[in-house]
C-alpha cells in the first residue's frame, strides 16, 4: 500500500457574516484539548514531518485500540500543520479476525495463520469545524469502530452469498433463495458495516466531548480497500474522485444544506418545535423584508422540486432556516454541512436551538469494483476536503494527475511508479499548492483557495493485483 | 397533436395472499358510483370504442369544468373497456390565459387574441385499486388543478426568468440576480405547478370520496407538452420511456415500497404508533418465525443501504412493515404502491392502521427538452401502467416501436406518420396484444399479463414542430 497525503493550513473555516436576530455560531470555540486526548499516548496529527515518507503498511490487530495504529500513521500524515489543526486523517492497514481468537493470541496467529485474517487498506479524512476535538476523535476512534463492525459479520463477508444466519445454519431449506432474491451481497455487508461505523463513531464522540467539557464536530470522507473493491463513505463535503487515463468518475457526493434541503425542510414540517419560532422553513430566492410583505414571491417548500408563488406574510420575514448560495449556503445560519460526526452540542448563538437533530452522520457509501477495471499504474483516487474542490474542478485535477504521473513514466531516469509511492505524496503536495497559486500552472481562473485542504492520492493499482484481501 | 391510446382490462390488480396476523386488504371494496359522478354529466371513460380515432385537439377554457374538456377526450380514450375500470386515462388541450379576464369572455378573447394565451397539452393515466373511484376522480379533476396552478403563475412563465416577485415589481435592485444564482428557471415553475396540482388533486379526492362514502386510491403518470418542453409527472408504479432511432431514455421512476423502503421505514421510525405494535419497522430477507429467535440474521433498518446482522428478539417476528419481493412487494400488507392519489381511509383489514401516512401525492417530475432534440416523425414517447413493463423492457417495447414505426414508413403507399396518426394508435394496441400473447411477435420469454394494461404512444414531431406554446 502507498498513498500520497499532504494538506495545509490558512484561515479557519468561518461561518456566515451574521445575520440579526438570530446570529449564527460567529468564531470558532476557544480550543482545550480534551481530557481523554491529554491522558493517551501518542496519535495522529502529531508528528510535523517536512517530507511524507510512504505509508508503510500497519498492521492492527484486532482489540488494540491505540499503539500498532496509531504508530503506522504518524508516519503519513500532518505535514506541515500542528497537532490541533481542525483537518485530521488517518490511513493505515485493516486487519480482521475470521474466527474467534482471544486477544493475546492476536500477533502469533496472524503470523501462523495468516489466512485466518481478512485485510484491507483504510484511509480517511475529517474536515472539522468549532475546534479541531471532533477531527482528532474521529481520526482516533472511526477506523475501530469500522474494524469492530467488520469483525461481527466476517464469516458473512468471507461466504459466496451472504448466509441468511450468520452461523451458516439454515433454519429454512429456502433461506439461501431469499438472500439471492433480495440480491444482497457480501459488499452489502460492507456497506452496512461502514453505515453502522460512522453512527457509533458519532455517539462515542458525543460522549467524549460532552464528558471532557467540549464542542465541534466533522465531516468524514474515508475509503475502504477490502476484497478487491474498495468502498467510498462520505458524510459531508469533502470529495473522492477516480482518475484514469481517459475516464475521471466521482465517487461521492457532496452533503450540505442546499443538497440536502428537502430532507432539512421536511424535518422543520414534522417537528415544527425545532425552529422555537425563529425561524421559516421556506425558501425564497433571498431573505425577505419589511417591502414583500404582500408580494407573491418565488418560494419551496419540503415537497417540491420546482418553484412556485407566494403572497408574504409576516412569518414569512424570518430567517431562513436554510441560507445562502452554494459555498454560503448555511443551515440555522450556523453550518455549511449537513452530515458528518459530532455537533451534539452545537446551538445558535444566543439561542437553545439545537442544530444535531437536522445532521445526519450516516454516510453515503459507493462501490468500485476495482477487479472489473484494468487497473494500470497511474490510476488513482484522489480524495480531499472541499477547499481544494472550491478552486478545482474534477477535470482539472484530473488533467494535472495525468501530466504529472505521465511525465513521471516518461522520464527514461525515473523508477516505475509502483516502485517510488513518494511521487503520489509528491502529487499530493503539487495539487495543494496549486491552489495557493505557489505553482507555474495555477488554475485557470487564478482562484486561489484560503480553506484548509487535505489530500489523499491512493494509487489502485497495488490494490487491485492481488490485494483480494485474503 | 395525435396520441394513440389503447387499453385493455383482464383481472382487478390484486393484493399479496393474506398473511397471519394481520391479514392484508384481500379484495376490492365493492364499488358504488360516487354521488358527485352520477350527477355530473359526461366523463371521461364513458365511451367504448372499438376502434381508437385520432384525439382531435380540444380547447379547454380556464374556468369551465367539465363540458369542452370531456368532450373532447370522450372521443380518444376507454377502448375495450367499461366506465368503471380501475385504469382510466385523460388526454386534451391545456390553454391557459395570460392575463385576467372574465369567464365569459374566454371564448371570444381566444379567437380575437390566441397569442393571450399558453397552450399545451396534457396526457394522464391512472391506475386504480380498490375500486374505480379514485382514478375515474383523478381524470376529471388533475388536468383542472393543473390549469388553475399555471393560470396562477403564468406571467412568471412567460417571462425569460422568473420574476423574484410575480407582479414584476422590483423590491430590490437585485432580485433578479438572486434568481439568476439560484438557477430557477421557467421550467421550475411548471415542476412546482404540477406538483401542487397532484396534492390538491389528492385533497379534492379525499374530500369527494369521503362526502361519498367511497374508498380507493390510484396511480398517476402525467405528461404536459409546453412551451417545447415535456413534463413528465410521476406517483406511482407505472412509467414513460422515450424511444427515438438510436436511443431509448426512462422519464420516469417507479414508487413503490421497495424503492421508498428508506422514507417508510424513517417514518415508522418517527412514528412508532402509526405500527400500532402490530408491525416490525425492520426489513429481513424473509418473515422471521420462531425457529429464528435468538439467531442472528440479516436485516436492514431506515439508515442503512448495506444490511448487517442483528439477534432476533421477539417483536422481530412481527409482520413486516414491507414484505415480498418485487411485483409482490407490500406496504403494511396491504398496497404495492407508495405514491399516488386517494386512500384516504384506506386501512390494514381488520385493524385501525392507516396507509395514507405512508402515502407521498407529491410526483416527480423529468424534464425533456424538444427543442434540444432534433426530433424524426417517428421519436415517441410511450406512457404505461405496470401491465405492460412486467412483460416488456424497455428495449423490447423500443424495438417493437421502431420496427412498428419504421415498417410503415418504409411502406410505399402509406402516407406519412404525421398524416396518419391512427399508427400510433395501432401501435399502441399492438403493444398491448403482444403483452397478451396475441400477436406473432410474442415477448422473448412467452410472458403474458394479466393485469390491466393503459398505454399511450405519444409522437413528438409534431410537438416539437413550431409549438412553443405561444
Known sequence: MSAGWFRRRFLPRGPLPAPQPPRPHSSPVPYRRPRFLRDAGSCPGTADAPSLPEARPVRCPARSRTLPWNAGYAEVINAEKSEFNEDQAACGKLCIQRCEIGAEEDQEWLTLCPEEFLTGHYWALFDGHGGPAAA???????????????????????????????????????????????????????????????????????????????????????????????????????????????????????????????????????????????????????????????????????HMNGWSYKYVEKSDLKYPLIHGQGRQARLLGTLAVSRGLGDHQLRVLDTNIHLKPFLLSVPQVTVLDMDQLELQEEDVVVMATDGLWDVLSNEQVAQMVRSFLLSTQEDPHRVHLQDDPHRFSELAQMLIHTTQGKNDDPTEEGQVSYDDISVFVIPLYSQGQGSNGH
Do not use: W
Request: glycine fraction near 8%.
Open 136 to 302: 482528532i476523535l474521529a481520526a482516533n476512534t472511526l477506523h475501530s469502530c469500522l474494524r469492530r463492525q467488520l469483525a461481527a459479520i466476517v464469516e458473512g463477508m468471507v461466504a459466496t452469498q451472504p448466509p441468511m444466519h450468520l452461523s451458516g445454519h439454515c433454519v429454512c431449506a429456502s433461506d439461501p433463495q431469499f438472500v439471492k432474491e433480495k440480491g444482497i451481497k457480501t459488499e452489502d455487508l460492507v456497506i452496512g458495516a461502514l453505515e453502522n461505523a460512522f453512527q457509533e463513531c458519532d455517539e462515542v464522540i458525543g460522549r467524549e466531548l460532552e464528558a471532557a467539557g467540549q464542542v465541534g464536530g466533522c465531516t468524514a470522507l474515508v475509503a475502504v480497500s477490502l476484497q478487491g473493491k474498495l468502498y467510498v463513505a462520505n458524510a459531508g463535503d469533502s470529495r473522492a474522485i477516480l482518475v484514469r487515463r481517459d475516464e475521471v468518475r466521482p465517487l461521492s457526493s457532496e452533503f450540505t444544506p442546499e443538497t440536502e434541503r428537502q430532507r432539512i425542510q421536511q424535518l422543520a414540517f414534522v417537528y415544527p418545535e425545532l425552529l422555537a419560532g425563529e425561524f421559516t422553513r421556506l425558501e425564497f430566492p433571498r431573505r425577505l423584508k419589511g417591502d414583500d410583505l404582500g408580494q407573491k414571491v418565488l418560494f419551496r417548500d419540503h
